[in-house]
Nanobody, 114 residues
């Protein structure tokens, strides 16, 4: 059974930081591209950042220079370091694993508010 379990969300003030983690089980993690997506109320789910099996990365324009995605294949975990958070970053953040198939986590809520 494949599971992606996110953690690290919460409430933070504008300008603050959070680090999200997603730990996978039931898949050969090193063979999957991993991504973070987010969905705000009333909006479509959007790609935030992605990291390939070779650790190439790409980011949404809105988070470039503020967010960093990384992976630790030994721990089956992908991270999203989020700095200088803004109220518009408020959303539910989802982990995604993609290869021939793709899998989703349940999401973790990030709220940026003063």
């Amino acid at each position: 059974q494949v599971q992606l379990v996110e953690s690290g969300g919460g409430l933070v003030h504008p300008g603050g930081s959070l680090r999200l983690s997603c730990t996978a089980s039931g898949i050969n993690f090193s063979l999957y591209s991993m991504g973070w997506y987010r969905q705000a109320p009333g909006k479509q789910r959007e790609l935030v950042a992605k990291i390939t099996t070779g650790s190439s990365t790409n980011y949404a324009d809105s988070v470039k220079g503020r967010f960093t995605i990384s992976r630790d294949n030994a721990k089956n975990t992908v991270y999203l370091q989020m700095d200088n958070l803004k109220p518009e970053d408020t959303a539910n953040y989802y982990c995604n694993a993609a290869s021939l198939r793709q899998y989703w986590g349940q999401g973790t809520q990030v709220t940026v508010s003063s």
